[in-house]
């Protein structure tokens, strides 16, 4: 049975000055996995998301390698294909509820945007279709909340209305792109649970992106760790954190402060684990 | 370029390069410094006096077309006054003018939209009214009646634009010096003890600069253009000395017959306004992301 | 018993028309002593940033008192406030928004040496702002530069040092690690570690993030809606927190461990 998504040694690079941004980078998922996409800033998780997505900048251009959906090279279909599967079979949850909703426009106009363009609803059967959604994020009132504006809302009403978004659709695979990066931390516990609970419900896979291994071990069944656009380690969320095998993924552990490990994570990443991953990067770019 | 030598804040190396890189700041720059130059040199640029009369070759067409006659590069009006040596010096008045006005109305208006955005309370709310109430006159009234009450000449010309348009820099210089002084490190700057004077002149005013730079163009190429009306209507200076909107206003009576009498006037005020915009913008660009950054 | 520097009672802060004034922070107790490093923590709303800025007397109060070395200053006008500027500083969470976007990286650092009189001459405050530059960890080649020309972590240490330039006794670090990666925050932590250890210096460390205040703070300040709900040593705290609400807060943080309960943990807080 072939996975749900199979990206094989897929390498991108900056158009404009040949960067490497990606490099031979594969990884699977599984339908109703949940991987997390993990790394520091500049790693490149954004940019494989994007890629997911079809919706790479101009700026980034992929030299080599496949990215396939459904067995379909995500990276040969035309235009058109791209913007069916997108937003419908693989949706995004955005980083900041803040700017991901249109200030000018209520949840309903939104949200009616998505029931309409890919569920071909209106009317009535629009507005039912949208309190039931909300409902499903457990929104106390979705009737208020449909006639309110973004800035009418909270943090992580807002972030719950893109999820219903992002899901509402039925897509096979759902982006995190971030989503509780802005949040406080106790709403981000009550964000990520939301999240597992409609993954699991409608048997979606997931790639969640992310710079915070703590989430990560709470919300992902496998992991695949980047560091300059390379894969470091990948593997099942409960081996990479009971027993990391590379030396980075020790050092970025130790790195985190822990309030169960009082002295912990004053420990930056030893110059020693990164020289030769350093080492690696600069081979890439002198090579182009 | 005399906006540049207007501001006195520090300006960071790498940004003279890039001013004079982007294409609007150097090519209405220096479309504006050529300007500038003919006016300074005008007597000796101006192939005629602009004010000798000669009958006998009134209404020549331009150079190029048939009946013209040489050393007339642009045509004579109907009164036999070369147009070339006309535009030079209708030039003068109209840099001249529109430099010293909008030098006077962005110092007015910017001193006090810098008082009313930084101390806010009292100060502000006298200023913001007294803008309110200033704007609540008709403009082209108010210089009419200045102009009337002052006579006319090139001082009440500058006064009356400077009178009116100081209220435009006034509110968006305000503005943006609410938008700096929220900023962190205005709080820094307290934090460390300095006064709320000190604040004001070295930490907001050099990070207001750029749009005060920016708002003096435009307000220069408005400048020309009040003076082309005002001239337009008899109410500049004497009659004279030649101006683009007095010879805009005796080209429009001969437009079929002498049609070069209207349109170079037209075309020289339209470019240097065009200028004055392009540089504005352009300025805006260059300064801004060095800010926004 | 460390001796107590900054000791403030009754925080009030409220912004507004005096009838329908809104109250951020109510009734505020905060005490530091000399060389201790205390946290505050908070979610957004709590007005952990508004109590920084009080204790600075950067945001006017309502009402309460501060007693900074054994003086009043809560009511203090400009010209009084500024011989103790020097003791007191703050560090601002983006460099990029507390670092004058037009002046000189020199231009920011020596400024304050020269307000104060710390430094004699222009030569006696260059050799200053280098060795403080030393001491975090910046080359003296950014001196030249200006803040959009450095790194995002260059610039983090800039903003440390113009704190700690001046020798203060006491600085408030607000949100300053909050947003930087794992690698980079462990290298601030450990630098303000370090200089608050060998400056004595007293540090109220403003933070959204429990675990960061775990690994430096000594006492730790719980603040929700603007008022302090739980107070302690972070031992005491962490082990036997008395507020549910430090309960909650604790409870939400995602450690690096694979726990499928951690998800399903019955959640207390009410949706609205």
Redesign the interface.
């Given at each position: 049975m072939t996975a749900l998504v199979s990206v094989e040694s897929l390498s991108a690079v900056a158009t404009r000055d040949r960067t490497p941004i990606l490099r031979d980078v594969s990884l699977t998922l599984e339908r109703g996995e949940v991987r997390g996409l993990v790394g520091?800033?500049g790693a490149g998780k954004s940019t494989l998301g994007k890629a997911l997505l079809g919706i790479l900048p101009a700026t980034i251009r992929v030299t080599g390698g496949w990215l396939r959906f459904e067995g379909r090279d995500l990276l040969s279909l035309p235009a058109k294909e791209l913007r069916r599967l997108r937003g419908q079979e693989i949706t995004l949850i955005p980083q900041d509820p803040q700017t991901a909703l249109n200030p000018a426009r209520t949840i309903s106009a939104q949200l009616g945007d998505v029931l309409r363009m890919k569920l071909g609803l209106s009317g009535s059967a629009q507005h039912a279709r949208a309190l039931e959604l909300l409902e499903e994020v457990?929104?106390?009132d979705p009737a208020r909340v449909l006639a309110s504006y973004p800035h009418q809302l909270?943090?992580g009403?807002r972030q719950r209305v893109l999820i219903a978004s992002a899901f509402a659709p039925g897509p096979k695979l759902v982006v995190a792109d971030e989503p509780t990066t802005a949040l406080?931390?106790?709403?981000?516990?009550?964000i990520?649970?939301l999240i597992?609970r409609m993954q699991e419900r409608h048997g979606t896979a997931a790639i969640f992106i992310t710079?915070?291994?703590?989430?990560?071990?709470?919300?992902c069944d496998s992991v695949t760790l980047l560091y300059a656009g390379k894969v470091v380690e990948a593997g099942p969320?409960?081996d990479l954190?009971?027993n990391p095998r590379e030396p980075y993924t020790r050092a970025?552990?130790a790195?985190?402060?822990?309030?169960?490990q009082?002295?912990?994570?004053?420990?930056?990443?030893p110059d020693a684990v990164l020289e030769p991953l350093r080492a690696d990067y600069l081979a890439s770019l002198l090579h182009g | 370029m005399v906006e540049v030598a207007l501001t006195r804040a520090a300006r960071p190396p790498a940004e003279r390069r890039r001013l004079v890189a982007e294409p609007r700041v150097a090519m209405a720059g220096g479309f504006l410094l050529a300007v500038a130059l003919i006016a300074v040199f005008a007597p000796w640029i101006a192939p005629k006096n602009p004010l000798e009369q000669d009958l006998m070759s009134a209404s020549l067409p331009p150079a190029g077309f048939a009946d013209a006659a040489p050393g007339f590069w642009l045509g004579t009006d109907d009164l036999g006054r070369d147009v070339l040596s006309r535009l030079v010096f209708g030039a003068r008045i109209a840099l001249t003018v529109s430099l010293i006005s909008a030098t006077l109305a962005g110092f007015v208006g910017s001193a006090l939209g810098l008082a009313a955005g930084f101390y806010k309370g009292i100060v502000d709310k006298v200023v913001s009214r007294l803008v309110e109430i200033w704007m609540a006159f008709p403009p082209v009234l108010l210089s009419v009646l200045l102009v009337a009450v002052m006579g006319s000449g090139v001082v009440s010309v500058i006064a009356a634009i400077a009178v009116i348009d100081w209220t435009r820099f006034c509110r968006v210089v305000r503005t943006e010096t609410q938008a700096q002084a929220a900023r962190d490190f205005a709080m820094a700057a307290q934090a460390i003890g300095f006064s709320r004077a000190h604040i004001l002149w070295r930490e907001i005013l050099p990070n207001v600069a750029p749009v005060i730079v920016a708002l003096l163009s435009l307000e220069m190429g408005v400048a020309v253009v009040v003076e082309a009306i005002l001239s337009f209507v008899g109410l500049s200076v004497s009659s004279d000395t030649p101006t683009w909107g007095g010879m805009i206003a005796e080209g429009r009576q001969v437009l079929h017959e002498s049609w070069w009498v209207l349109v170079f006037p037209l075309a020289a005020l339209f470019a240097t306004v065009l200028a004055f915009n392009l540089l504005g913008a352009g300025l805006k660009r260059v300064l801004d992301p060095v800010m926004r950054r | 018993m460390v001796e107590t520097l900054l000791e403030a009672k009754g925080i009030e802060v409220a912004y507004g028309p005096a009838r329908r004034a809104t109250r951020v922070l109510h009734s505020v107790d905060f005490r530091i002593g000399r060389g201790e490093m205390v946290g505050v923590v908070g979610?957004?709303g709590s007005g952990k940033t508004t109590l920084g800025r009080a204790l600075l007397r950067l945001t006017p109060l309502s009402a309460g008192s501060i007693r900074f070395d054994g003086k009043e200053i809560a009511h203090l006008g400009l010209k009084q406030m500024r011989p103790l500027r020097r003791r007191m500083q703050m560090i601002f969470q983006d460099p990029m928004a507390s670092l004058n976007p037009r002046h000189t990286i020199r231009a920011i650092l020596t400024a304050p040496l020269f307000l104060h009189g710390v430094a004699a001459d222009a030569r006696a405050a260059e050799a200053r702002v280098r060795e403080t530059l030393g001491l975090v960890g910046v080359p003296a080649t950014a001196l030249e530069r200006y803040p959009h020309e450095l790194s995002g972590g260059q610039r983090q240490r800039v903003g440390i040092a113009r704190a700690a330039l001046l020798k203060p006794d006491f600085v408030v670090a607000d949100e300053i690690v909050s947003g930087l990666?794992?690698?980079?925050?462990?290298?601030a932590?450990?630098l303000l570690?370090d200089l608050s250890r060998e400056m004595g210096l007293a540090m109220a460390f403003i933070s959204?993030?429990?675990?960061?205040i775990?690994?430096?703070c000594d006492r730790v300040y719980v603040m929700r809606l603007g008022e302090v709900v739980e107070e302690g040593l972070?031992?005491a705290v962490?082990a036997a927190p008395q507020s549910p609400y430090t309960r909650?807060?604790?409870?939400?943080?995602?450690?690096?461990?694979?726990?499928p309960s951690?998800?399903?943990a019955d959640?207390t807080?009410e949706?609205?």
């Open positions: 520091e800033s457990q929104i106390r909270s943090g009403m406080d931390v106790t709403v981000q516990r009550e990520l649970r597992r710079h915070d291994l703590g989430v990560v071990a709470k919300i969320a409960v954190f009971a970025l552990l790195a985190g402060p822990r309030y169960d009082p002295g912990h994570g004053m420990e930056p990443v | - | 979610e957004s990666d794992a690698s980079t925050q462990a290298q932590l450990r570690k959204h993030d429990l675990s960061v775990r690994a430096v972070c031992e962490f909650l807060l604790i409870d939400a943080i995602p450690l690096p461990v694979v726990d951690w998800l399903d959640l807080k949706l609205t």
